[in-house]
């Protein structure tokens, strides 16, 4: 059984920091490219960040440019996100998505995400 379990959500103050954590299970965590997507209330959900397979490759919408960092530990089968001087507008429900592609199949998977709520 895959499991996604995100965790490090919570109320922050505008201008302060978040590192949220995406523990992995029932999956070669090494092998999936990592993202962390967003939703804030009222909207659809939007990519924030990208960590290839090999880790050496990441991305970032140029929205999100500098203010985030996106990592992994293999050995740990975690993924992390780094947010820094965080703003109201970043209030969202925060997932983890975890995607391969093997063989021609397509694997995609989430996890059940975690608040953030930055108060200004």
């Known amino acids: 059984q895959v499991q996604l379990v995100e965790s490090g959500g919570g109320l922050v103050q505008a201008g302060g920091s978040l590192r949220l954590s995406c523990a992995a299970s029932?999956?070669?965590?090494?092998?999936?490219?990592m993202s962390w997507y967003r939703q804030p209330p009222g909207k659809g959900r939007e990519w924030v960040a990208l960590?290839?397979?090999?880790?050496?490759?990441?991305m970032y919408p140029d929205s999100m440019k500098g203010r985030i960092t996106i990592s992994r530990d293999d050995a740990k089968s975690t993924a992390y996100l780094q947010v820094n001087s965080l703003m109201p507008d970043d209030t969202a429900v925060y997932y983890c998505n975890a995607k391969k592609i093997q063989r021609g199949i397509p694997y995609n998977y989430w996890g059940q995400g975690t608040q953030v709520t930055v108060s200004s």
């Open positions: 029932g999956i070669i965590f090494s092998t999936y490219d």
């Open positions: 960590i290839r397979s090999t880790g050496n490759i990441t």
